[in-house]
């Protein structure tokens, strides 16, 4: 067996000492309060049957991409998901790309130039941050969902810049945060950029089924699209499936394709994951879509009212998402409550630092439209007990 380097044993040792070792969990039949499916269309059956009848319609019977996008891989479907997007979310253009991750990569490693600046929200996802390293441009972060402190950061950070420079400014959020749950103040952050001439961009994955008319996102309810250069939206959470599109001009479409190497250079998606997207989507604007989101919506209000008769709010960070956050401070106390909780049958994440900062550790509880009245009532109420 080959000898496994000592300064990468060291880290693992590092890890396992601070009890954040991870490891992958085995998947059982717990009730769930972890997972990103919202409303429940990773496990819908219809949306599962109208694939397969979608792409027997369409007489595909093809497995693979057979390549990347610019190659071989561009399938029709591609072509019908983009436009259905496009109409869907009211943007100009959609460029489907093989997850979010692989689209903020792509997007933030290919967007703003050398000389440019960037300033994101210290808790954004760590695919923008990623993105961000991979490019040209000084980054600098401001405080979770602080207007005030963003514009002081671009003011300390313009001023430390040549006036020569042809410098862009990029200002990037989240409309639902996924480790706290929270909203930054759109309206103003949208205002803020339009008026100082700042290309705004928001990553919409936990916002898109969940907020919006017929879970069209964040921005859409509040009629923002037109004012944002770039939404991410990714499939894998309320969606139920796999992958994400950046929408915005189509300049930008342009742009992206030839530029952004997590787009060009990797195999596209299959068909059957296309027809996936496109079948969640069109479920999503039936009657019964429309159900799993008030389902959603009425948990999401009887967990916060539980919260409140058991006194529990001022241990969750204030948030009218899927997401509700209790913060537990250190990895040891919030991993044994889990541990707890799934003694009892309930599944719900402890996120530990280093993946949010040390004493900001949490239990993340992801509510669902097909959970019950009855496990929330009862998973809050052993949270109580062990807290
Ligand atoms: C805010 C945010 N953006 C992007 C991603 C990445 O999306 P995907 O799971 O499709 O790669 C995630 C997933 O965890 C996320 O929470």
């Not at 009211?90 to 050398?114: H, K, M, T």
């Not at 808790?123 to 005030?148: Q, T, V, Y």
């Amino acid at each position: 067996m080959q000898i496994f380097p000592n300064k990468l044993q060291q880290k693992l040792s590092e890890r396992a000492k601070n009890n954040s070792l991870r490891s992958l969990p085995i998947t059982e039949n717990h009730i769930d309060f972890s997972s990103n499916d919202y409303l429940g269309f990773g496990q819908n059956e219809d949306i599962y049957a109208n694939t397969f009848h979608y792409l027997l319609g369409k007489n595909i019977s093809q497995n693979g991409a057979t390549g990347s996008r610019l190659i071989s891989g561009n399938h029709e479907l591609y072509t019908e998901l983009e436009n259905y997007l496009t109409n869907f979310h009211q943007v100009e253009s959609a460029l489907v790309f093989n997850s979010g991750y692989d689209a903020n990569i792509g997007f933030f490693s290919a967007v703003p130039q050398r000389n440019d600046l960037v300033f994101y929200d210290e808790s954004i996802h760590a695919s923008i941050r990623d993105g961000i390293k991979m490019g040209n441009a000084k980054s600098h972060k401001f405080k979770h969902n602080d207007l005030e402190d963003l514009s002081s950061k671009i003011e300390l950070a313009v001023e430390g810049q040549s006036k020569e420079l042809d410098t862009d400014i990029y200002i990037v959020t989240e409309s639902v945060f996924s480790m706290d749950g929270d909203s930054p103040d759109l309206r103003a952050f949208s205002e803020f950029c339009k008026s100082n001439g700042f290309y705004f961009v928001v990553d919409e994955a936990h916002a898109v089924g969940v907020f919006g008319r017929k879970g069209t996102g964040l921005v859409q309810e509040l009629e923002l699209q037109e004012q944002i250069f770039a939404r991410i939206i990714t499939f894998g959470k309320a969606m139920g499936c796999h992958g994400a599109a950046v929408l915005g001009s189509t300049t930008l479409k342009s742009y992206l394709l030839n530029f952004s190497r997590s787009f060009m250079y990797t195999t596209g998606l299959p068909p059957h994951t296309l027809a996936t997207i496109f079948s969640a989507y069109t479920f999503l604007g039936i009657s019964n879509g429309i159900t799993e989101q008030e389902a959603l919506k009425e948990n999401i209000s009887v967990f916060k009212g539980k919260l409140n008769t058991l006194g529990l709010s001022k241990n969750f960070i204030p948030s009218e998402s899927a997401i509700q956050s209790c913060v537990i401070s250190g990895n040891d106390k919030v991993k044994s409550i889990s541990k707890k909780l799934l003694d009892n049958g309930f599944n719900v994440k402890a996120i530990l630092s280093p993946t949010v900062a040390e004493g900001e550790e949490r239990l993340r509880f992801c509510l669902h439209s097909f959970n019950t009245k009855e496990e929330i009532g009862f998973v809050l109420q052993l949270l109580k007990n062990h807290l």
